[in-house]
């Protein structure tokens, strides 16, 4: 298996249990935050999406597109989750060894190692999908067991 063929997998493993617990969610528990202030189920499935493709853009060379207008339904956020997942399995898995190699202007300018960029793709996915599992938990639905998602 190749190394971008190991993100992907990575990146694949994280994106799937959210999207199979964002199945679970009631259309109507979309606006349900954790606390005051903290981002709910539609704007966490908006965040991931939207950064997902920001780091992808960086991954590129290219500047990031403006966020789009937040998500006015759950099955639209959920929508935007399939979409990016699509978009970022194909350009991870894309990648070369030499892409790989690869240092590019990120966050302002500062270069970083194309590697770097795909590391905080898939920790920043795990890190809002704790989230994500906690405030599902908050509200009554048990999110799916990772046996039930994972092909070891």
Same mark, same amino acid.
């Given at each position: 298996?190749?190394?971008?063929?190991?993100? !992907?997998?990575?990146?694949?493993?994280?994106?799937? !249990?959210?999207?199979?617990?964002?199945?679970? &969610?009631?259309?109507?528990? #979309?606006?349900?935050?954790?606390?005051? %202030? %903290?981002?709910? *189920?539609?704007?966490?499935?908006?965040?991931?999406?939207?950064?997902?493709?920001?780091?992808?853009?960086?991954?590129? %060379?290219?500047?990031? !597109?403006?966020?789009?207008?937040?998500?006015?339904?759950?099955?639209?956020?959920?929508?935007? &989750?399939?979409?990016?997942?699509?978009?970022?399995?194909?350009?991870?898995?894309?990648?070369?060894?030499?892409?790989? !190699?690869?240092?590019?202007?990120?966050? %302002?300018?500062?270069?970083?190692?194309?590697?770097?960029?795909?590391?905080?793709?898939?920790?920043?996915?795990? +890190? +809002? $999908?704790?989230?994500?599992?906690?405030?599902?938990?908050?509200? #009554?639905? $048990?999110?799916?067991? *990772?046996?039930?998602?994972?092909?070891?």
């Amino acid at each position: 298996m190749t190394r971008s063929a190991n993100y !992907a997998r990575a990146f694949q493993m994280h994106r799937a !249990a959210l999207m199979d617990l964002y199945e679970q &969610l009631p259309e109507d528990q #979309g606006t349900f935050s954790a606390w005051e %202030g %903290g981002m709910n *189920f539609m704007a966490q499935a908006d965040h991931l999406s939207v950064s997902a493709t920001r780091f992808l853009s960086m991954i590129q %060379g290219q500047t990031p !597109a403006p966020a789009p207008e937040p998500s006015q339904t759950l099955t639209e956020a959920r929508g935007r &989750l399939w979409d990016t997942n699509e978009l970022a399995l194909a350009a991870i898995s894309a990648l070369s060894e030499d892409d790989l !190699a690869r240092r590019v202007p990120a966050f %302002g300018g500062r270069e970083m190692p194309v590697t770097a960029l795909l590391d905080m793709i898939i920790t920043h996915e795990a +890190h +809002h $999908k704790g989230q994500v599992w906690v405030m599902a938990r908050m509200i #009554g639905v $048990k999110p799916p067991m *990772f046996a039930d998602i994972f092909q070891f």
